[in-house]
């Protein structure tokens, strides 16, 4: 028997693998010490774990463990990224570009900046999600400091060019900031050859825990200063200061080291039960793809299903299907995922859509029972659905909906 309900979320949160939990316990109790006491075992005992820390996450994405700083997440890492920058290069400009569908955690961030006067221009992208280049090139101006696009979109695992945008970037000499929050752990990224100057990650989302990330921060070719958020004792090189979670450290290092050993297997095993999935649920009558079919996570699928109430199906998964889903009816906001409506898909596709994330223990007798369920309600649905029997009638929906 399967255990239910199947968690097909993995976008919001991974569950952490019992791997990392079993490197995180010691430091809980025996080995408690704080990472910057210097005068004695306990505090170099810690130290020596974080350091082991910074190389297993640095070398996860090609960077120097100098060059990572941790944070409590992908959020205070964004945030010290797009405000440290802003501030710290103040003398050069105000204005910061970043795309329309970046995780709230930027957008919000941005939004701050202009409240502080900052400029930011917000760049449109394709119908898949994925960033209009020539839009963003003709955004930059002598005062822009900062272009934020992030490696992968959160709602429909779209993955942005970033290549692309790191050479436009360097062209015109402006620092290039990605959240990869859900990138890293699951496809290659490698600060390197992507041209990143600054990139946030998240343990929770590649099977580490909750409330620890980092902040990569480029140290050559160029050199990227940031103005500190947090004040206090100067730890991590002064870009944020705060005691440090050394158990959160220990288990984001041990994520870090399985994604990097794990990964080709993973994707390989993932992407095959995604395709399975995302291919059955594309059978079902009037259903369709948000996002990009090749340029996409592994295990992210992001499906409409016309002519069905996205909240309808909700309470009918409920308890046998963790999904999340782009309709406002889900959610505290009214308006449907801004990221859809960022690709020009109708409000009607965007609140009949489902995200469906698969995870390192997702099973195939999962994703089975996934198909049949979502096959089975929306058919349900349909059936007793004044909209859909018009559609099948053969009436211009659009002057319906
Ligand atoms: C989850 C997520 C965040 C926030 O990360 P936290 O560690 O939960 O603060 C930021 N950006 C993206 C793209 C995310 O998916």
Redesign the pocket.
Known sequence: MLDLPVYLDN???TPCDPRVVEAMLPYFTSVFGNAASRHHSFGWKAEEAVDLARQQVASLIGAEPQEIVFT???????NLAIKGVFEMYAGKGNHIIATAV?????LDTCNHIEKLGGEVTYVGVDKNGRVNLRELEAAIRPETILIAV?????ETGTVMPVKEVSGIARKHKVLFFT????AVGKIPVNVQQDGVDLL?L????MYGP????ALYVRRRDPRVRLTAQMDGGGHERGFRSGTLNVPGIVGLGKAAELCAVEMNDETTRLRRLRDKLRGALLQIEESVLNGDSGHVLPHVANISFNYVEGKMLMIDFNKELAVSSGSACTSASLEPSYVLKAQGIPDEQAHSSFRFALGRFTTEAEIDFAIEKVTQTVQKLRETSEIWKMYRKGMDMSQIW
């Open positions: 976008n919001a949160t409590s997440g992908a959020t205070e890492a964004d970046e995780h709230k955690a930027v992030m490696y992968a979109n959160n959240d990869a929050a859900q946030s998240s343990a929770h989302k909750k409330g620890v990330g």
